[in-house]
């Protein structure tokens, strides 16, 4: 009879995307990851087959992570545009420093050159873009917007936004990137907003999902 699991799959992605982010997708090693997770590369074979098995798991993950981040923003506002704020926010403070959104950026060139990989993140890219759509579509018919911004085209500046803020700050290492991200945002959205709204500081979360250390596209 087969001996039970005691490390769960999530657990075990969750230990090879603080690797990733100490290593970098080339410079992973399954040791590396196990050490991380407290079993052996033995046992990381058994389950996932090899390392590009272990990094396609951790890329197919990362999907539907980015969905999950969302809904927990979703249960803490009752605003959309807080909700929004915060689940940016807390995407991007899994890149504590700028050494580990290179390796995060690193994965992105992985994502870009690899059939495989490549399927997840427009994956992952897509799901984002629908999630900070939806957080719009909602605050235009809450209020929470003016009736003439336009969620859709809105939505793709956010996230381009988010994406220029990480490389950026992953270049510089200048400021504290989520709340320079915030502000950012607080930029993007203000002439879009009620002339009586204030800026949204939600801060960040007490508990972050500290493992999707991936560039989110």
Do not use: C
């Not at 090899?50 to 969302?70: I, N, Q, Y």
């Not at 059939?115 to 579509?137: D, K, N, S």
């Not at 009586?196 to 989110?216: A, N």
């Amino acid at each position: 009879m087969a001996r039970p699991r005691t490390t769960s799959d999530e657990a075990i992605l969750r230990a090879a995307g603080r690797a990733i982010g100490a290593h970098g997708p080339s410079g992973l090693t399954l040791a590396a990851v196990a050490a991380e997770a407290g079993l052996s590369p033995a046992a990381l074979v058994q389950r996932f087959g090899s390392k590009r098995g272990l990094l396609l798991a951790f890329a197919e993950r990362s999907t539907s992570g980015t969905g999950e981040v969302f809904r927990r923003a979703r249960g803490r506002h009752a605003s959309p545009v807080a909700a929004l704020y915060e689940a940016l926010t807390e995407l991007a403070s899994t890149m504590r420093t700028p050494e580990e959104a290179a390796n995060g950026l690193a994965f992105l060139q992985l994502d870009l050159t690899d059939p495989e990989f490549r399927e997840h993140a427009v994956t992952q890219a897509r799901r984002m873009r629908e999630e900070i759509t939806g957080l719009l579509a909602e605050a235009a018919s809450g209020g929470g917007l003016k009736g003439d911004a336009d969620p859709v085209r809105l939505a793709r500046t956010v996230q381009v936004a988010y994406n220029g803020a990480l490389i950026l700050w992953a270049l510089t290492g200048e400021g504290d990137l989520a709340r320079d991200l915030r502000a950012d945002l607080d930029h993007l959205l203000r002439p879009h907003r009620p002339d009586h709204t204030d800026t949204l500081d939600t801060g960040t979360p007490d508990d972050p999902d500290d493992s999707p250390r991936r560039f989110t596209p």
